[in-house]
């Protein structure tokens, strides 16, 4: 996005800036810094480009533009944590939110409330300057709030949405998140504030155009395509079983979805390695249980599946007995969510690298005679 805007620019017009994105995914650009820091759990890099990022906005004035490419991945990597919380409290929450189950909607109503940044904290710094944000939706039903924790929109929710749902998935914050928490400047900027009085958001992308795209192009090889929709979300064995279910019961037919599973992992048992896609692969696998004539392939699209080098995998009729072969308890394997290894053995993981953009995960059943 950062390279794209580059190109678009006119090169007579004044043009500065931070690209912030994981490591490995840079891309050489010439007037906007690329700074590279880590992703699902932030780190000193994105703490450091997030300070400063927020200086520079606050001494903008009205007669300048802020424009704003905001993509997936933002919420672990723009990471500024609120005053009275450091960057070691905000990453305990982070990695308990991840193991937690919770859908990517709930965890970020979590991120906002403990940041300096999100929830419409960086349009309060830039205000009033004109925002311009330009946003890839990477979440189900994309909500522009929820689309790396929304540094330059409204935030619906409220900091007793973040304290209940810190609750109900047993987080337990530490002393000085608590009381932030419960602290009076802890809400993030609603609707209405005068700081969006000159704030414009765009969604230049979303995972259903990737969908809708991916659907016109097998209908025209003449496939018949069932489409399940672009915002799926909840437990990733469990959409794999709903799955499996529909692909057994149907004749031959694509069976094509997106959007975001969730893994809960266990805190007192130790794992393995794998991402959302693999674990509901394997869940997948399990279910159809050797079924004849079906295949099926699940990735992220941005690459990355969760934190491993993968985008995802590949399951066909005979990964049961392959694995079975080579000593793989597939089971046991699903249970201590080492899915990454599974597929890794098996030689059947699917390893893009960077594709530099991220509209969600993408899922297809094939079903054949």
């Not at 937690?100 to 999100?118: D, F, Q, W």
């Not at 795209?213 to 090889?221: G, I, M």
Request: aromatic share 4%; charged share 20%; hydrophobic share 40%.
């Amino acid at each position: 996005m950062a390279r794209a805007t580059e190109l678009a620019w006119p090169t007579e017009a004044p043009l500065s800036g931070v690209a912030l994105t994981r490591y490995g995914h840079g891309m050489a650009c010439e007037r906007i810094e690329v700074i590279e820091a880590a992703h699902p759990v932030p780190d000193n890099r994105g703490h450091e480009a997030a300070q400063s990022l927020i200086k520079q906005v606050q001494e903008l004035s009205e007669d300048d533009l802020l424009l704003c490419l905001i993509s997936g991945g933002g919420s672990a990597l723009l990471a500024l944590p609120a005053d009275g919380i450091s960057l070691a409290d905000k990453k305990a929450i982070n990695r308990a939110l991840l193991m937690s189950g919770a859908p990517i909607g709930e965890m970020n109503t979590v991120r906002k409330h403990l940041s300096a940044i999100k929830g419409g904290r960086l349009a309060q710094a830039a205000s009033p300057a004109q925002i311009v944000t330009l946003a890839i939706s990477d979440v189900p039903f994309d909500d522009p709030s929820t689309i790396a924790s929304g540094p330059t929109v409204a935030d619906p929710t409220s900091v007793g949405d973040a304290i209940g749902l810190l609750e109900r998935y047993d987080i337990e914050p530490t002393a000085s998140t608590r009381a932030h928490l419960y602290s009076d400047d802890c809400e993030t900027p609603k609707p209405g504030d005068p700081a969006f009085d000159r704030a414009e958001f765009v969604m230049i992308s979303r995972p259903a155009d990737m969908l809708e795209t991916v659907v016109k192009s097998c209908r025209a090889d003449g496939h018949e395509v069932v489409t399940l929709g672009a915002d799926i979300e909840g437990e990733a064995r469990d959409v794999a079983c709903e799955h499996a279910s529909l692909a057994l019961a149907g004749k031959q037919q694509l069976i094509l979805s997106g959007g975001e599973t969730t893994v809960t992992v266990e805190q007192a048992k130790p794992s393995g390695r794998g991402g959302r896609n693999c674990e509901y692969l394997l869940a997948l696998a399990i279910a159809l249980n050797a079924a004849p004539g079906i295949y099926a392939l699940a990735a992220d699209t941005d690459g990355i599946d969760g934190s491993e080098d993968n985008a995802g995998a590949l399951i066909t009729p005979d990964t049961l007995a392959r694995a079975e072969a080579v000593g793989l308890n597939a089971q046991a394997m699903l249970n201590g969510h080492d899915a990454y290894t599974f597929f890794e053995t098996l030689g059947d993981l699917i390893v893009t690298g960077p594709t530099r953009t991220n509209v969600n995960d993408f899922r297809t059943i094939w079903v054949g005679q």
